[in-house]
């Protein structure tokens, strides 16, 4: 069993950065792939980007490429997402999950964060 915990979101205009961070419970952490995805209100969920166990392998989606860089830190058990030249189309909570092999869709992940807010202002 993995709990996950998001924070860092919050209000950016556009064009500025932001990091959100997940800390996960367990020994296992270092086990698990990552992903970030996002659901604005009135659409579905997304994938955003993901990371190998090792942190060795790192994937995104189109829309964030070469403006979001997710990283991981496996000995304080915690997945970081650094956003950079954030727009009004980057609003969304940011819900980070784990599973035992990288995928591009949520149902590649077994365990779900809560999620984070982040509201890009215009």
């Known amino acids: 069993q993995v709990q996950l915990v998001e924070s860092g979101g919050g209000l950016v205009q556009a064009g500025g950065s932001l990091r959100i961070s997940c800390a996960a419970s367990?020994?296992?952490?270092?086990?698990?792939?990552m992903g970030w995805f996002r659901q604005a209100p009135g659409k579905e969920r997304e994938f955003v980007a993901a990371i190998s166990s090792s942190g060795g392998r790192t994937y995104y989606a189109d829309s964030v490429k070469g403006r979001f860089t997710i990283s991981r830190d496996n000995a304080s058990n915690t997945v970081y997402q650094q956003m950079n030249s954030l727009d009004s189309g980057d609003s969304a909570v940011y819900l980070c999950?784990?599973?035992w092999g990288v995928g591009l869709t949520s149902d590649a992940y077994t365990y779900w964060g809560q999620g984070t807010q982040v509201t890009v202002s215009s």
């Open positions: 999950a784990a599973g």
């Open positions: 367990g020994r296992t952490f270092r086990r698990y792939a």
